[in-house]
Every structure is written in structure tokens, then in C-alpha cells.
């Protein structure tokens, strides 16, 4: 069977889609077959690329359309294909959805204020003065969430899922896209007969399945996909999505959070994804700080990754330099509330920065130290030579 690597690039900490484009020979040194570009379609940049106002355009941040065709065609000659997030719980309320079909969207006539978004636990319902209701948002008060059930919880919106299906066609046929990383579909699971919101319910309901499988049906060819997933049980909640939906990866982002219980369950958590052919092994990217837990640090965690032996790995950049969190001087506070929408949040909600420094998804998201590069591809004991042994290593076993 063969082995799949997947190389996460953060648009945000690059400064064109041309200087991403250069970077494509370092991702195919390591032997990647997909390169996943997140965070770059186009947007107000209130969620730095997930909170999408055109599902169809490339943020003109990063560079043009005709740019990241170019883009492609330079990874399909290095034997990559591109990845796009798909985001399916919601747009930004700059998309012209938001005014032209409010349907699309979750309402209410009056506020809930026993549900709290995700970020920061303010409010999860904002009021719109056009439309004089609630509409809402699991994440910033700019991302309004789709309403994927508007009558019940067995058939998903056809409308909604012929609008995905056209965006996916527009991307895999115009543009030879390879697929999707599908962003939060758990996002989806909401139950709005409770009086509260809570993340345990968006995580063991199953309503997203009915939406993935509508959009990407058994009976028609897909593209490639993969799914973030948050998966406190280790195997019950990513085996369902990976057993009953065509997505060909599942990735628990939980996994590195295991390393705070210490070094021995978190071997044994990743020991037991790995036995699943299905599952995405990743411990870095854009969501979280760099992986580091007292001594344990990002090419430990590789190291183990690889020696797991999963099916598939999913690397983010910078990790295979063994990477470590910037320090305050490279990361300042002006960054930290730039770099990361929910930082920024909960400030407002008057959290100290500087306990958010550890934490913050900004340690991940400042520009790559390129020079690194050469430093590290001239000295055999590199961590990135060291990485591309455990590539190929990993690759020649069964």
C-alpha cells in the first residue's frame, strides 16, 4: 500500500503565491506527493484565509489566478498535486451569499446566549440590523454559519450542496486541482433544539457525514480528500467518518495534544492511529503552537511520527527544520493579536497576552527563516537531512 506525504504551506507567513512556487522544489526534495495551500482563498482576512468571501478566487494577497495556475502546473511537474481548504460550515458575511441568500444561513429571533463560540466563549450569535435577527457564528462574529439542515436532520440543503459541487468541479476541472483538506465538517453537527452549545456535542453528533457524502456521493469519482478531525475517543469518532464517507484521510488534530500527559501515551495514541489505513498522522500546523512539551520538541515528534509507520503523514512547513516556538523577540505582541484571529479575541476579552504566548496559533504562522534551508541542506546531520532519511526510510517499509 502505498505511502502518502502531504506538506502543509501557511499562505499567511509567505509573501506571494511566486515565493510559495520556489519553495516547491524544497517540498518535492522531501519526496511529498501533495502540497496543501491553506488559508488562500479569497477573504476579508478576519480568520487570515478561513473566513472566504469567494470560493472561486485566490485572495489577491498571494498573488492572481493566472499565478496560481502556474503554481500548479510547476507542482504537477514535480509529481505534486495541489490541495485547497474546503470550508463547509461557513463564509464570511462579506460573500455575496450573505446578503443575496440569507437562507443559506443559520437564524434566529432572538440571541442564545447559553451557546459561545469556540474562539473566545463570547457569543456565538450576532444581531444583523438588515435582516433584524440572530445569525450564527461558531468561530469570529465575521464567519456566519451555513445552515446545511433547514428542515430536518436527515437531508442536506440540495441548494447548498450543488453550490459545493460546482466550486469543487470549478477547482478540479478549470484549475487541476488534486483535492481538498476539508476544514471543521464537525462544525456542522449543530443541534439547535439545546439551550447550550457545547464542543462535545459538535464532536459526537454525526450530521456532517450526510453533508461530505452528498457532496462527494459513493457513486461518482472524487478527488482526493482529507478531514480535520477532533477525536477524544482515539478511533470511535475518525473510524466512523473514515468507514462511512468517501474522504481518503482523516487527521485527529488531538494527537499532539497527548504529549502533555507525557511521552508514553502519546507513543502509544500514535501507535494506534497508525494502525488505521485510513488516518492522517500529523503533530504540527497552522491551528497550534510548535510541537514542544518540556524536552520533547518537533524532531523528537517526527522522529516517532515515522517510526509509527502510518499509511499517511501530513508535514507542516518548517517542520522538517525541527522548528522550535519563536521567542518574544521574534514573535512580538503586535504579531501574536496580527498572526492569530482567536489570540486577538480573547484579549479583547481581557486575557493577559502574555499567557496566550505558549499557546497562541501565531508561534506557528511567522514567516519560514529561509536561510535555514541552506544551512541545512549542506551539513549531512541536518534535521532536515535527518528527515528526509526518515522519509525514505519510511517509505521502504511494509
Not at 160 to 182: M, P, Q
Not at 212 to 231: K, Y
Not at 235 to 262: E, H, P, R, W
Not at 307 to 330: K, M
Request: glycine share 4%.
Amino acid at each position: 500500500m502505498a505511502k502518502i506525504l502531504v506538506y502543509q504551506i501557511w499562505a499567511g507567513a509567505w509573501p506571494s503565491l511566486r515565493e510559495m512556487q520556489y519553495h516547491l522544489k524544497r517540498i518535492a526534495a522531501l519526496g511529498a506527493n501533495y502540497v496543501w495551500l491553506s488559508g488562500i482563498l479569497k477573504s476579508p482576512q478576519h480568520d487570515h484565509g478561513y473566513d472566504v468571501s469567494d470560493y472561486r478566487a485566490i485572495d489577491p494577497l498571494y498573488g492572481t489566478m493566472e499565478e496560481f495556475d502556474d503554481f500548479v502546473e510547476t507542482a504537477r511537474r514535480y509529481n505534486i498535486g495541489v490541495l485547497l481548504d474546503l470550508v463547509l460550515n461557513h463564509t464570511s458575511v462579506d460573500h455575496p451569499w450573505f446578503r443575496e441568500h440569507p437562507e443559506y444561513y443559520c437564524w434566529s429571533n432572538y440571541d442564545r446566549p447559553g451557546w459561545k463560540n469556540l474562539f473566545d466563549e463570547g457569543p456565538a450569535w450576532k444581531y444583523d440590523a438588515q435582516y433584524g435577527q440572530y445569525y450564527c457564528h461558531l468561530f469570529h462574529e465575521t464567519q456566519a454559519d451555513l445552515n446545511w439542515f433547514p428542515i430536518d436532520d436527515h437531508t442536506p440543503d440540495q441548494t447548498l450542496v450543488h453550490e459545493f459541487r460546482d466550486i469543487v468541479k470549478f477547482w478540479t476541472k478549470e484549475y487541476r486541482v488534486a483535492g481538498f483538506r476539508l476544514d471543521v465538517p464537525q462544525g456542522i453537527n449543530k443541534d439547535f433544539y439545546r439551550d447550550t452549545l457545547k464542543f462535545n456535542d459538535l464532536i459526537f453528533r454525526m450530521q456532517a457525514p450526510k453533508v461530505l457524502n452528498a457532496i462527494f456521493p459513493s457513486h461518482l469519482s472524487h478527488p482526493f480528500l482529507m478531514m480535520e478531525c477532533f477525536d477524544p475517543t482515539f478511533g470511535d469518532i475518525a473510524d466512523y467518518y473514515a468507514a462511512n464517507t468517501q474522504v481518503d484521510f482523516v487527521m485527529n488534530v488531538l494527537l499532539k495534544s497527548t504529549i502533555n500527559s507525557g511521552a508514553k501515551e502519546f507513543k502509544q495514541k500514535l501507535k494506534n492511529s497508525a494502525l488505521n489505513p485510513k488516518y492522517m498522522v500529523d503533530i504540527e500546523s497552522h491551528d497550534s503552537p510548535r510541537f514542544s512539551h518540556g524536552c520533547w520538541n518537533s524532531i523528537w515528534g517526527t522522529h516517532q511520527i515515522f517510526q509509527a509507520n502510518p499509511r499517511a503523514v501530513c508535514i507542516y512547513q518548517g517542520q522538517e527544520l525541527g522548528l522550535a516556538n519563536p521567542t518574544p523577540e521574534q514573535l512580538t505582541y503586535a504579531n501574536m493579536i496580527g498572526l492569530d484571529a482567536e489570540t486577538a479575541m480573547k484579549v479583547c476579552r481581557g486575557v493577559p497576552l502574555e499567557s496566550l504566548r505558549s499557546t497562541s496559533r501565531a508561534n506557528a504562522r511567522v514567516p519560514l527563516p529561509l536561510d535555514k534551508y541552506d544551512k541545512q541542506e549542506n551539513d549531512p546531520k541536518s534535521c532536515l537531512n535527518l528527515v528526509k532519511l526518515e522519509i525514505q526510510n519510511w517509505r521502504l517499509k511494509r
